[in-house]
């Protein structure tokens, strides 16, 4: 029906059906500005959200500082250090067996089981038990002996069995430890450690865990961040704010996530020790996690707020693990995530330092980089996220503020629907219409595509039916007759191509031929292990004068042939003729380690040849050959006319040997071509 149309009326009738597609372009455009904006203005809200929770998080730890300078810098706290000092030592008395095995029979039933039951493995006691007497008596009188529970040992002010005249440091924590109460309640600490710098003894703790009364350098716990935080306030003690160490999952706190802020202690001037405390992650995590109420700050049903460390781990709790645990625990078992992991997070209830949160947008936080993008969050959902670095101190964290993209970009999933739903119905209409003049107009272009692919795989013989008179025939056509004018051209240049690849054949080494034949410009190579072969012939001159040219020509190439099938049989390389000169090598451009021997076996050859091509035509033509071995350089020589050359001293050599005076047919050879044939027929033997 359309075959005898022109183009022009053929376009017409597309133009007729791009409605379809103007109604889509519209609905697009629509879709697209409506998503832009509303991922805009969740990005903002998100950002506001994070901001306004950096600043909280900000604010509170630089008043956590500020409290902890305020009350390190006391002197009677200095004081307090000076007295436990003395009192620490004086403590050294040996425990009773009965004793030792009270304090470790503790540690068998609260810390060591519960060590075990997160790590999956057996700790040792004495791993984790005071190494020195004062450490053990102490860790006794208010660990072991202490009749409040693991959770309430702070509540003991003396032991039952101290003697206050006698036991110095029993008077000194009756009078300290309940001012050392208020201090740590007012300042939101989970715990207040004093240190002596010079042992690094932990002279004294409000909670009587196992850190009390142990060395922070050689004992138990000398790889914890209590005793790195002691150490990074003795490397600068002049610093004037207190510094902070990063979480991490403390022993003697059973393995809950804590950090640690610590400052030196002075008195008039002169070093004391080192004061320390212990928090938890709870006002973090309280901060961060609106206190449960996330929908009442914006977050909706998958939004949240929380920190990563540089170690990549969370430091304040998933929402999705605190809504819902069990079903939080499947879905990171089936993304992959290991079992010690999961195990921690159960154990623990806890996602701090156990959930690993590896994003682009955490890695750019960390770097310093504040910005908003979609990525695929910890849990392995596609989240809106507003990312910042948070440094705190010397504290290097990212805060992020994220919302499911299911949640967020809903509104444009409902609106991409009804755009979907008015655009088809126009697109049902135009395209039952479109399919029947679509399939018309785009015949003859399907079956020209088929020839021009069938043409681009190499089938030159290719053509396509043509029917009508439009511009498509005369396109197919024109088609049908260039693939022809291609396989002629085609057919000729593989003719000529082979005579090509022959005669470059005939005049290189089919190595070499190889090689230039593929467009390789340059040849040339280096052989170590070669027997140059110098044949001159003698007696030509005389036979040229009583010859015309012709069948002087016949009998050179009868000679040059014998030569050349001899060459071919001991695998030996021509390399040229030049007049009565032939020249020819043994281990090139296939190494040969019988070269020697070849090139020998091929010469004695050359004279048998010489002596039959006398008899047979009646000359007195005589043979000199002379062999030598050595390293050659060889290459392709001239670029308009070229010639395959050899260079190297055995060359010169066996010419030097070759044109020697003789009044015969002879073979010289060079020393260094004797030796290698005499070694070869030593080893055969």
């Keep these: 029906?359309?075959?005898?149309?022109?183009?022009?009326?053929?376009?017409?009738?597309?133009?007729?059906?791009?409605?379809?597609?103007?109604?889509?372009?519209?609905?697009?455009?629509?879709?697209?500005?409506?998503?832009?904006?509303?991922?805009?203005?969740?990005?903002?809200?998100?950002?506001?959200?994070?901001?306004?929770?950096?600043a909280e998080v900000e604010r509170y730890m630089t008043g956590v500082q500020d409290a902890f300078a305020l009350f390190a810098n006391q002197d009677h706290l200095g004081d307090a250090v000076d007295q436990l000092k003395l009192a620490f030592d004086a403590s050294g008395e040996v425990l009773s067996s009965e004793q030792q095995a009270r304090l470790s029979g503790h540690y068998e039933q609260s810390l060591l089981p519960w060590l075990a039951d997160l790590t999956g493995r057996q700790h040792l006691l004495s791993d984790y038990l005071p190494q020195s007497n004062p450490g053990k008596q102490l860790q006794y009188q208010y660990i072991a002996a202490n009749k409040h529970g693991d959770d309430r040992k702070q509540q003991l002010l003396r032991p039952p069995d101290a003697d206050p005249s006698r036991d110095v440091y029993a008077?000194?924590?009756?009078?300290?430890h309940p001012e050392m109460l208020k201090v740590v309640e007012k300042l939101n600490l989970s715990d207040i450690y004093l240190i002596d710098h010079r042992t690094g003894n932990v002279l004294y703790s409000i909670s009587k865990k196992p850190d009390f009364a142990t060395n922070l350098k050689t004992g138990p716990y000398r790889r914890t961040a209590l005793a790195g935080i002691f150490e990074t306030v003795l490397s600068d003690i002049n610093i004037d704010r207190p510094v902070f160490s990063d979480f991490e999952k403390y022993p003697p706190a059973g393995m809950e996530p804590v950090a640690f802020i610590a400052m030196p202690v002075f008195r008039r001037g002169d070093l004391l020790g080192v004061v320390a405390g212990r928090t938890s992650s709870d006002i973090l995590n309280a901060t961060l996690t609106s206190g449960g109420k996330w929908v009442e700050q914006g977050l909706d049903q998958s939004g949240e707020v929380y920190v990563v460390g540089s170690?990549?781990?969370?430091?304040?709790?998933?929402?999705?693990?605190?809504?819902d645990r069990e079903g939080y625990l499947q879905q990171l078992e089936k993304s992959g995530v290991p079992e010690l992991d999961r195990r921690s997070i159960t154990v623990l209830r806890s996602t701090v330092l156990n959930q690993i949160v590896d994003t682009v947008a955490v890695r750019n936080a960390l770097a310093g980089k504040s910005g908003t993008e979609i990525v695929i969050d910890y849990r392995g959902v596609p989240v809106l996220s507003a990312y910042a670095p948070l440094n705190i101190g010397n504290l290097r964290w990212a805060i992020m503020a994220e919302k499911d993209v299911a949640e967020a970009l809903q509104p444009m999933h409902d609106l991409r629907r009804n755009i979907l739903l008015a655009t088809g119905?126009?697109?049902?209409?135009?395209?039952?219409?479109?399919?029947?003049?679509?399939?018309?107009?785009?015949?003859p272009i399907n079956r020209l595509k088929e020839g021009v692919e069938g043409l681009a795989a190499g089938d030159d013989t290719t053509q396509i039916p043509v029917s009508g008179n439009d511009e498509f025939a005369a396109l197919g056509n024109a088609f049908n007759s260039m693939v022809q004018?291609?396989?002629?051209?085609?057919?000729?240049?593989?003719?000529?191509?082979?005579?090509?690849?022959?005669?470059?054949?005939?005049?290189?080494?089919?190595?070499?031929?190889?090689?230039?034949?593929?467009?390789?410009?340059?040849?040339?190579?280096?052989?170590?292990?070669?027997?140059?072969?110098?044949?001159?012939?003698?007696?030509?001159?005389?036979?040229?004068r009583r010859v015309d040219a012709g069948e002087m020509i016949r009998l050179m190439n009868e000679l040059v042939d014998g030569f050349d099938e001899a060459a071919e049989r001991h695998?030996?390389?021509?390399?040229?003729?030049?007049?009565?000169?032939?020249?020819?090598?043994?281990?090139?451009?296939?190494p040969r380690l019988d070269h020697s021997q070849r090139a020998h076996d091929f010469a004695s050859e050359m004279i048998v040849i010489m002596e039959r091509f006398n008899k047979a035509n009646g000359l007195a033509l005589t043979l000199r050959i002379g062999l030598d071995s050595g390293e050659v350089d060889a290459g392709i020589v001239g670029r308009?006319?070229?010639?395959?050359?050899?260079?190297?001293?055995?060359?010169?050599?066996?010419?030097?040997?070759?044109?020697?005076?003789?009044?015969?047919?002879?073979?010289?050879?060079?020393?260094?071509v004797r030796s290698s044939i005499s070694a070869g027929i030593e080893a055969a033997q």
Excluded: W
């Excluded at 008077?171 to 300290?176: F, N, P, V, Y």
């Excluded at 170690?311 to 929402?319: Q, Y």
């Excluded at 119905?425 to 015949?443: E, G, P």
């Design 571 to 590: 695998g030996i390389e021509k390399i040229k003729t030049v007049g009565d000169v032939y020249l020819a090598a043994c281990g090139l451009p296939a």
């Design 1 to 54: 029906m359309l075959g005898n149309l022109s183009i022009r009326s053929k376009l017409l009738i597309l133009l007729l059906l791009s409605g379809i597609g103007g109604s889509i372009i519209l609905g697009t455009i629509g879709y697209v500005s409506s998503s832009n904006a509303l991922s805009d203005a969740i990005y903002k809200q998100l950002t506001s959200i994070r901001e306004t929770r950096k």
């Design 171 to 176: 008077r000194i924590h009756e009078r300290l």
């Design 485 to 544: 004018d291609i396989a002629d051209r085609n057919q000729t240049i593989r003719s000529k191509t082979l005579e090509y690849e022959s005669l470059l054949r005939s005049v290189l080494p089919d190595a070499v031929a190889s090689r230039v034949s593929v467009g390789e410009t340059l040849v040339a190579d280096t052989f170590e292990n070669v027997t140059a072969i110098y044949a001159a012939i003698d007696g030509f001159a005389s036979v040229m």
């Design 640 to 672: 308009r006319r070229f010639v395959y050359e050899i260079f190297g001293e055995c060359v010169v050599g066996a010419r030097q040997l070759a044109l020697a005076e003789s009044a015969e047919s002879v073979i010289r050879l060079s020393d260094r």
């Design 311 to 323: 170690d990549l781990r969370l430091r304040t709790d998933s929402r999705f693990y605190l809504e």
């Design 425 to 443: 119905s126009i697109a049902i209409a135009l395209t039952l219409f479109s399919l029947l003049a679509a399939n018309s107009f785009l015949r």
